[in-house]
């Protein structure tokens, strides 16, 4: 699986859109972009994901860039409560239509929602 | 309710002395994975199981071991081996697919 690379942390007002960037450049056609966060002491939990195209849920948004070189969380109004590790992963999809194998993940960003 | 259950939430042990640390899942899910977070640090990933009876190494699987016998539960023991057993271990479950993985409340582990 492609590596990643995010920033090690960033700061966001509350109620602000809190823009999370990750980095990657080695991401192959057939891997996907993956978006976990983690709140102190407890398991990740899943965010979006998405392969070229922009995708949008209820807890965020995720923007690819052409190239897939690159991509963006947005959470569009930040609180308190979004505090947390945010990790950002690339996953291939196996020809077959399947996803085993290895859920990497690397140091993630620690975003601070301050009031 | 659906989902994938460690235990204990804390468990003490003392050096030189195995043990394990319990996953289930409800969620029939083939493939689940053992992690371990350091303090301020990423999740390594430690083994991994596609399906029953079968189960790969990760990225730092020396002094560990697990068995997947039965589809809703993957153990991990922590044997004497493992140099610096403190940390906290996370489980996960997913089904293969563009499906996310179900992640448990972790299992910190104090050797003292």
């Known amino acids: 699986d492609a590596k990643t690379t995010q920033p090690t942390s960033m700061d966001c007002a509350e109620g602000r859109a809190a823009n999370l960037p990750c980095n990657h450049s080695?991401?192959?056609?057939?891997?996907?972009v993956y978006w976990y966060r983690q709140i102190h002491s407890q398991g990740p939990q899943y965010i979006i994901h998405g392969l070229k195209n922009n995708e949008t849920n209820e807890m965020a948004s995720l923007i690819i860039t052409e190239d897939r070189k690159s991509s963006t969380l947005i959470l569009p109004h930040a609180t308190l409560r979004d505090t947390a590790v945010y990790y950002c992963?690339?996953?291939?999809?196996?020809?077959?239509?399947?996803?085993?194998?290895?859920?990497?993940f690397g140091q993630g960003t620690i975003l601070t929602v301050h009031p | 309710d659906g989902g994938i259950t460690q235990s204990p939430k804390y468990l003490f042990r003392k050096e030189g002395q195995n043990v394990t640390l319990s996953c289930e899942q409800n969620?029939?899910?083939?493939?689940m994975y053992w992690y371990r977070q350091d303090p301020g640090q990423g999740l390594r990933l430690i083994y991994y199981?596609?399906?029953?009876?079968?189960?790969q190494k990760g990225d730092i699987a020396e002094g560990y071991s697990v068995s997947r016998e039965k589809k809703e539960s993957f153990p991990l023991t922590v044997t004497s081996a493992q140099k610096n057993p403190t940390a906290f271990y996370l489980c996960?479950?997913?089904?293969?697919?563009?499906?996310?993985?179900?992640f448990g409340q972790g299992t910190r582990l104090t050797v003292v």
């Open positions: 080695t991401i192959s056609g057939n891997e996907y």
């Open positions: 996960a479950s997913s089904i293969p697919g563009l499906y996310e993985a179900f």
């Open positions: 992963i690339v996953r291939v999809l196996n020809a077959g239509g399947t996803s085993y194998g290895k859920l990497t």
């Open positions: 199981s596609q399906i029953v009876n079968d189960f």
């Open positions: 969620l029939n899910h083939d493939a």
